[in-house]
Each structure stands twice: as C-alpha cells, then as structure tokens.
C-alpha cells in the first residue's frame, strides 16, 4: 500500500478482525475515511472471529421465549457479576483518577454489555441481516451457586452460518465503503510503533511484511520485512485482538496462585499470528494496561488431525455426561467435574495434580448425542446454511461427520470394546510417565453407574444429566438419555485426552465506555482507542475472572461499535 496524498483518513484502525471491521463500519456511516492496517492478508478479514462458532449472549431474547426460558436483565446481570467476581474496582467506585482499580471500567462495561444484550443487541445484528437458530444452548453451567459462577439459563444462540456470517455482515457494508473510496486497507503492514506527539497519538509506524498473497486464510505467513510504512491519521483505534498464539507470554502471566502452574503442553485455538504484540507497544506508548493475569483457556481441547495453523487445537463443547478423570485416574469432583459447568474450577482440579491434560471417558451414545466441535470449519452444516445437512448431522443416526473423523483419525482418542482394553489404549498416549489403574477407573464409574438406576440421586454430575434434560434443546439435541457407562449396548467405550487448549485475553488496554483509552492516572489519551480483545473486550476486563459463553464476538462488537460511534462524533 503506497501513500496517497488524496486519501487522508480520519482514522486508522490497527487490525482487520471482527471489532476491527465494526469500528470501521460505524466510523463510514458518518462518513469518515478509514485506514485499516494489518500483518495478515486479506483471505484474513475478520480475524479469529471467522473460525468460530458464531454464537452469542442474548437476554430475553425470542428464541428464548420460545424455547420456554425465562430470562431477564436482572438474572443475567446477577450471573455476570457472580461469574466477574469484580475485585479490584478500589476504594471509591466513583474514582477515575490514579487510585481507581483495575476493575473500574471494566465493571462499568460490563453492566453496559448486559443492557445491550438485553435490549437493542439482536435487532442491531438482525438488522444487518443475522440471523440465529431457533435452539438455544446452554453452555458454562455454572459452580453449583445461585450467585456464583455459570448461567443460570441457556443464553448461548448460535449463529445460522456460524463465525464466517458474523464477519460477513460487517465485511460487506465495509467492502462497499472500500469501493465507494472512504476506505483502504494495508494488508501486510504490521505496527511496531504509535506516534505520539504533545501526549496525542498521531499516528503509526511499522513494518511492511513480504506479500503473502498466495496463503489461505489462518496459515502461518512469512515476517520479512520488504519496506516501512509511517501513517498519520487524528485518530487510531487498535483492535489486534490477544495473546492466544502467544504461549510465552501466555505463561509469564498465568494465574498460578490460582489455577495452578501453567502448562507445559498446551495447543492453540487461535492462528499465529494471534501474538499480543500490540499490548506492549500500546503500554509503550502511554496506555493503562490492567488484569495481565486474566485470560480464559479451556481444558477440553483435543489436537487438530486436519491442522490450519501450528499447534491447531479444537474444542469439544461437551453435554454433561462424559465422565471426567484427571491425568492420576481420580475423578473431577462436584460441579467443575460436569463438563461444560465450570471451566476455571475444571482447570484448577486438572493442573493441581501436575499434569497438564485429562480424560473424557464416554460410550457411543454419548458422543452421538453430545459431542459439538467448536469452529465454522467443524460444522460445516450451520456454516453452509444447509438445512438438509443439518437435518442428518444432528437429528440423524450416530455422531456428527466430524466429531466422527476425529474418532477415527485423532490423536486423542482411543476406542475400545472393555474398560481394561481402553486403559490400555490410554495409557500409550498419557504423558509423563503416568498410568492409569482399570481397577481405580472400573470402580468409579460403576459407583456412578449405579446413581441412574432412579429418577433422582445424589451424584451432582447425574444430577445435572436429569437438569440439563428438562432444557428443550437439551433433551432434543444435547444431552443423552441417563445410561450406565458400562453398559454394552450403548458401546463401543471411549476415552479422549483433553488438552489444555488457549483462547482469549480477559485483560488488557484500558479504555472508558466510549472505546477512549486510559493512561496510567486515569486521564484520556487524546486521539487513541482501542476495542475488542486487545481491550479485554472492553474497559480491559469485562468478563472479570471468568467469561459466560457467547460473550467474546458480543464484546467485539459492542466495543468495536463503541470506538467506532466515538470517532464518528469526533
């Protein structure tokens, strides 16, 4: 991309990802002039946002209603704080200034998001022509406390074109702004630098990376620099997204007082070039950056047999139903060993015996019934919009063509007739020497087996099978008839080895409610924004310490469309 005098933006948005392209979409209604700048090419519009499963946090919403959840602002507002746990907001709420907390704006955005999603979020994406399928799952459960962690009802709304049709619905009204001349794009520029002058940020500088033209969307690219680049603009909006590829960082500041030691295996749900290179040169700059220690990875990743990007990690999305096992054989305990309950409870039960991985172990008739891959590419049905395929897919006989693939070719799965045959198979793929016992295995799970001879119990895991059932998607889609582990006709047994798995930054660029970024005593930074992931999805840190699922593409676009509202104004 050369400089052309003709073209002088009123903004730089440093990022082509889904908060990025929201910014950019809001900033060209008012008419403003765009220039988006990014390291990848442009088969990568749209960022992470693309692979993912489109889904997304509604309060109240219809599908609800239909669906027979009841839901309400205040519910959802009492989950978030319960799942946030604010703690660092500071002595005085009302305080702005240097003695404010990390959780200051955060918090702040945090209610903001809430009333958005219970109120004029759908319609603002249904507007633009999203649309959501009619089930509503049910994902992150909760701890087992009414004003603790987790969901207290099914929120999660899938998208009918998953990730790649949440881009798209701001990819095209910015394509149309590309040709009608208020926006350019800078693929293949990466920002090293913001130009700051007399405490404004004014610009950028960086590097121009060799073309990668020929590359697919999320393969790793080449960093040869063929030239640099120095953009000026009043105004620039970083949106880079986290540090999700970045596992250095990662553990440098993992939480390890309170998950546990960080991993020393642990694959990736996001390409390479996720790499959080823009946070530091952000702080380098002037900004506040808070909650470094917060970022949300899962424990049920399995590796990619079919990998994109290095390290390429899928997430399970499991029912309740699979039997969780630490990497020493014992079983997860309480509601964090329910799969899809509680992810940060999950983790810390799995890293404190000091492995870094855990095991599923399920029948046949669970997989079919409650295995979900994460992913647009996973779920080829919803992503194609292909009401036959899904048809098949989901309501048909056996599991899901890929969820089938990845039994038959991944690595991390074994199959097997008999209990002692699949703790066989186990234990040629456990990792550090470790070796599961068939008789500790046989004797926990027929204790279990032995809960669902009755409509009621005491096992909290049975507990939530018979919960998750009364939930219409549930029944129908996700959650398996209660049936005894080793019962043979709902073989064959199945163990799968569960990875620790990175996906997003709950930390990061501080920034007020209308995407402005915070220095360090809490005054404005003249000219600079920042939204999305880069900004802990907004205020650097609205999620607190857990996320609810379906919140990480709202936040994109909450935020995105708060800097992007702002610039327009300016």
Same mark, same amino acid.
């Given at each position: ?10 903004? /730089? ?20 002039? *765009? ?23 509604? *309060? ?5 209603r ?6 309400s ?9 319960? !799942?946030?746990?604010?703690d ?11 003695? @404010? ?5 955060? !918090? ?18 249904? +507007?633009?022509g999203?649309?959501? #399928? ?26 009918w +074109? ?9 990819q ?7 040709a009608? $001349? ?12 913001? *130009? ?15 073309p ?5 969307? $999320? ?6 620099v063929?030239?640099?680049?120095e ?11 986290g ?25 990736? +749900?996001?390409?390479?070039? *996720?790499?959080?290179?823009m ?22 990743? /399995? ?7 290095? &390290? ?8 309740p ?17 329910? %799969?899809?309950? &509680?992810?940060? +409870? ?13 095991w ?5 008739? /669970? ?9 647009s ?43 002692e045959e699949?703790?066989? $198979? ?22 279990? &087996? @032995? ?22 998607? $549930? ?16 073989? %064959? ?18 920034? &007020? ?34 996320? #609810? ?7 994109? /676009? ?13």
């Amino acid at each position: 991309m050369s400089a052309d005098p003709a073209f002088q933006p009123d903004a /730089i948005v440093v990022g082509a990802g889904l908060a990025g392209l929201v910014a950019t979409y809001e900033a060209t209604r008012a008419g403003k002039k *765009v220039l988006v700048l990014d390291q990848e090419n442009r088969a990568n519009l749209g960022g992470q946002a693309f692979w993912s499963l489109g889904g997304l946090f509604f *309060v109240d919403s219809p599908e609800q209603r239909r669906m027979g959840i009841k839901d309400s602002r205040e519910l959802a507002w009492q989950d978030w704080q319960g !799942s946030a746990a604010f703690d660092r907001i500071g002595e005085d709420p009302d305080d702005e200034g240097p003695d @404010r907390g990390e959780d200051h704006w955060g !918090s702040r955005w945090a209610k903001a998001y809430v009333d958005f999603a219970a109120t004029e979020k759908r319609d603002y994406l249904h +507007g633009l022509g999203l649309k959501s #399928l009619t089930f509503v799952g049910w994902a992150e459960r909760g701890d087992g406390s009414a004003s603790g962690h987790g969901n207290s009802v099914p929120r999660f709304h899938l998208t009918w +074109g998953t990730g790649p049709e949440v881009v798209r619905i701001f990819q095209e009204p910015v394509e149309a702004a590309e040709a009608a $001349g208020l926006v350019r794009f800078g693929f293949r520029h990466r920002v090293d630098e913001l *130009v700051v002058e007399d405490g404004a940020c004014v610009g950028v500088r960086g590097s121009v990376l060799e073309p990668s033209d020929d590359l697919a969307r $999320g393969v790793k690219s080449s960093r040869e620099v063929v030239d640099t680049f120095e953009l000026r603009a009043p105004a620039v909006v970083v949106t880079s997204g986290g540090i999700g590829h970045n596992f250095e960082l990662m553990r440098a500041n993992w939480p390890t007082e309170r998950v546990g030691p960080a991993p020393e295996h642990m694959i990736a +749900g996001v390409p390479a070039h *996720v790499d959080g290179r823009m946070l530091a040169i952000t702080e380098s700059a002037g900004a506040s950056l808070v909650n470094k220690d917060r970022m949300w990875a899962y424990v049920e990743g /399995i590796h990619n047999w079919d990998p994109v990007w290095p &390290d390429h990690a899928i997430r399970i999305l499991p029912g309740p139903s699979s039997m969780w096992f630490d990497a020493d054989g014992h079983r997860l305990q309480g509601m964090s060993g329910v %799969p899809g309950a &509680d992810s940060i +409870g999950s983790m810390k039960q799995v890293l404190a015996t000091g492995a870094d991985y855990s095991w599923f172990v399920l029948t046949q008739s /669970i997989i079919e019934k409650e295995f979900a891959l994460s992913g647009s590419e996973q779920n080829p049905d919803w992503t194609d919009k292909d009401i036959k395929l899904m048809l098949k897919e989901r309501l048909g006989k056996g599991a899901t063509s890929p969820v089938e693939a990845f039994k038959e070719h991944g690595e991390d799965f074994v199959v097997a007739s008999t209990l002692e045959e699949l703790v066989e $198979g186990m234990n040629k793929i456990a990792r550090g020497g470790r070796v599961l016992d068939a008789a500790l295995l046989r004797q926990q799970i027929e204790d279990r &087996d @032995r809960q669902v001879d009755n409509a009621y119990c005491k096992d909290a895991q049975v507990m939530a099978i018979h919960n998750g059932r009364k939930d219409r998607t $549930g029944k129908i889609m996700r959650v398996a008839k209660p049936h005894k582990i080793l019962d043979p006709a709902h073989g %064959p047994l199945i163990a799968v080895r569960l990875n620790i798995l990175s996906r997003k930054t709950l930390g990061g660029i501080e920034t &007020d409610l209308d995407s402005r970024v915070v220095r360090p005593d809490g005054s404005r930074f003249p000219g600079l924004y920042a939204a999305g992931e880069v900004a802990g999805f907004g205020g650097g840190g609205v999620h607190g310490y857990n996320a #609810l699922e379906g919140t990480f593409l709202g936040g994109c /676009i909450f935020s995105g469309r708060a800097a992007g509202r702002s610039i327009a104004r300016s």
